[in-house]
Structures are given as C-alpha cells and as structure tokens.
Nanobody, 117 residues
Framework: QVQLVESGGGLVQAGGSLRLSCAAS????????MTWYRQAPGNERELVAR???????TYADSVKGRFTMSRDSTKNTVYLQMNSLKPEDTAVYYC???????????WGQGTQVTVSS
C-alpha cells in the first residue's frame, strides 16, 4: 500500500504562482508513473501533467509552458510548479501513482487551488 499526501494548494491572484507537492510513503518512482490531475466543479477529472518512471514528462495543452512537473527521489516527492496561473486553473488537484502493468493505482486526497481574477 502507498499513501500519497498533497500539499501546497491555496488562493492566489491571476498571474501568480504555486507549487504543489505530493509525498509518497515509499520510494516508488522507479516503477510508477506519477500524474497530477485536476477537477473543477461540474467538470470531469482531467490530466494536468505526468512523469514516467524513466523521467519523461507530458502536459495538457492548457498548461504547457506554465506548469512544470518534477520529482525528488531522495524525498519520495513529486512537485507541480504552476506559474502564470489563470482563473480557469481553479480546481482540486490530485496526485496519482499508477503501475500500469499491474493495474495498481493510488490517489491522494486532493488539494484546492483557487485563482482569483
């Protein structure tokens, strides 16, 4: 079992920055794909950024050039640096760890990000 704990959410003005953190209870990055998702009220959960076990990253078109996902294996933590925030980035952000081959999936509890205009 793996626990994921997100932190770093909050209220920020448009144009501002936040950094989200997701701490895993075990060192899993060599085997798991880590993903940030978000869900706004009335919307489906959507992929924001992903980092694969090999280190490659991918981003939703809506955040490319503004968000950067990274990881620190020594701290078992992944990060989402969010710059130039927009009101439409307002959502609950969730951290996910998935081992696709074994269909193992873990979720964090979510952290609220609110961007005011």
């Amino acid at each position: 079992q793996v626990q994921l704990v997100e932190s770093g959410g909050g209220l920020v003005q448009a144009g501002g920055s936040l950094r989200l953190s997701c701490a895993a209870s075990k060192n899993i990055f060599s085997a798991y794909t880590m993903t940030w998702y978000r869900q706004a009220p009335g919307n489906e959960r959507e992929l924001v950024a992903r980092i694969y076990s090999g280190g490659d990253t991918t981003y939703a078109d809506s955040v490319k050039g503004r968000f950067t996902m990274s990881r620190d294996s020594t701290k078992n933590t992944v990060y989402l640096q969010m710059n130039s925030l927009k009101p439409e980035d307002t959502a609950v952000y969730y951290c996910n760890a998935e081992r696709f081959a074994l269909r193992i999936n873990y979720w964090g509890q979510g952290t609220q990000v609110t961007v005011s205009s």
